[in-house]
């Protein structure tokens, strides 16, 4: 079975500054998708940004970013310019075969104004 | 457009009891899930359907049941509460063959 694992319970940043959430995957697969979730303290899970593996470029949605690294199964997510709000639970996770989703334990973001 | 609605949002048990989540969307979608949200440990799914009358059992499935009589409803019964079953729950829906799945807002459940 896939495992996604997040090595970092808990990540601070100081506003306008920039941080990056890793993330690294189990897979035998060789066509799959990755995600990060937003989860703000009001509990709804927001798609931040999503990778298909077969796409050598990184994914970027204004300021977030990814650095996919297929043959090291990372993935970890890029925040520029930080605000305040984005303090969040972020939630790494892939998509396995049947649009089934498995998650990472997540990471708490703090923003520092 | 309601996307995934879940009620109720929040629900108290005693142990023993039983319970039906629900979980409806109304965007068409083929797949419908049920996750739980465990401090620690992120989303775990519970049980999925990829079509009316089509179920099957996820990571963490004893002590739940489920069915799909309709493409837009994916209730989630819990038979006899206990209180390792207290957690977040989460429905998620999305089509067929795409890869983004929208959840809804949550239900906060609580076994004493």
């Known amino acids: 079975a896939q495992t996604v694992t997040q090595s970092q319970p808990e990540m601070s940043v100081q506003e306008a500054e920039t941080v990056t959430l890793s993330c690294t995957y189990d897979?035998?697969?060789?066509?799959?998708?990755l995600f990060w979730y937003k989860q703000p303290p009001s509990r709804q899970m927001i798609l931040v940004i999503r990778q298909e593996a077969y796409k050598q470029q990184n994914a970027t949605e204004n300021r977030f970013s990814v650095n996919f690294q297929k043959a090291a199964k990372s993935f970890s997510l890029k925040i520029s310019d930080s605000q305040l709000g984005d303090a969040a639970m972020y939630f790494c996770a892939y998509l396995e075969y049947g649009n089934k989703l498995v998650f990472g334990a997540g990471t708490i973001l703090r923003v520092k104004s | 457009n309601a996307g995934v609605t879940q009620t109720p949002k929040f629900q108290v048990l005693k142990t023993g009891q039983s319970m039906t989540l629900q979980c409806a969307q109304d965007m068409n979608h083929e797949y419908m899930s049920w996750y739980r949200q465990d401090p620690g440990m992120g989303l775990r799914l519970i049980h999925y359907s990829v079509g009316a009358g089509i179920t099957d059992q996820g990571e963490v499935p004893n002590g739940y049941n489920v069915s799909r009589s309709t493409t837009e409803d994916f209730p989630l019964r819990l038979l006899s509460a206990a209180p390792s079953q207290t957690s977040v729950y989460f429905c998620a829906s999305s089509y067929r063959g795409r890869n983004i799945q929208y959840f809804g807002a949550g239900t906060r459940l609580s076994v004493l």
């Open positions: 897979t035998s697969e060789s066509d799959y998708y």
